[in-house]
Nanobody
């Protein structure tokens, strides 16, 4: 029903910033509760941040609170993750996910996923 494509990943030094984008197609983005997850090698997929249908409420993992900001622009069918004060521990493959129900904080609750974009933070 919706296709998601992430972009914006790359290599950044510790303390730097990066902004990830998720482009949606196939249906209006306002229908979905959106989230970002990440997965490092050998680790389980981890919740990072989520945002409700109109952007009025956001949710963050403790590990990223105060550093990351999730936002959405339904008119542009885009979701963003602004990442500041990046740490090497943030290195992971970052995924955009969409769900028709919410709130949801676990990977198995999300219906649609992007292909992921790699974020690597060097020290």
């Amino acid at each position: 029903q919706v296709q998601l494509v992430e972009s914006g990943g790359g290599l950044v030094q510790a303390g730097g910033s990066l902004k990830l984008s998720c482009a949606a197609s196939g249906r209006t983005l306002s229908s979905y509760f959106m989230a970002w997850f990440r997965q490092a090698p050998g680790k389980e997929r981890e919740f990072v941040a989520a945002i409700n249908w109109n952007g009025g409420r956001t949710y963050y993992a403790d590990s990223v609170k105060g550093r990351f900001t999730i936002s959405r622009d339904n008119a542009k069918n885009m979701v963003y993750l602004q990442m500041n004060s990046l740490k090497p521990e943030d290195t992971a493959l970052y995924y955009c996910a969409a769900d028709t129900s919410g709130p949801a904080y676990y990977p198995n609750e999300y219906e649609y996923w992007g292909q992921g974009t790699q974020v690597t933070v060097s020290s």
